[in-house]
């Protein structure tokens, strides 16, 4: 896994075999953050990953200059490789949760400029996503949500669908 731009260009970090999660690939997640452009300046803007897995999200969001990030993963083993990350790149602007997303948003009184989601595919609340960081005013008002899924899901008739975007077989779907 790879930072594809900014202040951490180029670090590498080598992912457990073991792993269940797995990063978003560089195509994809170079892609996105291209779209991402265009709707937000990063720089100084605070950022929430929510299901950070590999912890990837996170790690290009501060090389872009985030001013803040949360990362939220559940898992132990992926927590502390994150952990483990964030301290070689030898920055304190990520705040590491290590707990439930759902608890999380529930309990959140913070508003993000952007907030990344992905989720395991088969998660079965995986639909109800989007819902719950509206109906919990995570976002700013200018803000942008980034919702990663599988193909089987669409979110066209959501009230703050803004579009779709697909590389291979990452979708995402983008939220205002």
Do not use: W
């Amino acid at each position: 896994m790879r930072i594809i731009t900014g202040i951490y260009k180029g670090r590498h970090f080598d992912i457990p075999r073991t792993f269940k999660a797995r990063p978003t690939t560089d195509f994809a997640k170079e892609n996105i953050f291209n779209v991402l452009n265009g709707y937000i300046n990063l720089e100084d803007a605070n950022a929430l990953d929510l299901f950070a897995g590999t912890g990837s999200i996170s790690y290009e969001l501060l090389s872009r200059g985030c001013s803040s990030v949360i990362s939220v993963e559940s898992d132990r083993d992926h927590a502390r490789f994150i952990n483990e990350c964030l301290k070689k790149l030898g920055t304190e602007k990520d705040i590491l949760i290590r707990g439930d997303v759902f608890r999380f948003i529930k309990g959140c009184r913070q508003k993000f400029n952007l907030i990344f989601a992905d989720p395991p595919y088969s998660l079965p609340e995986l639909p109800k996503i989007p819902s719950l960081v509206f109906e919990h005013e995570l976002l700013e008002d200018d803000g942008i949500f980034v919702f990663e899924h599988g193909k089987q899901h669409q979110f066209q008739d959501h009230p703050h669908f803004v579009e779709q975007r697909t590389y291979g077989s990452v979708n995402f779907s983008l939220f205002r």
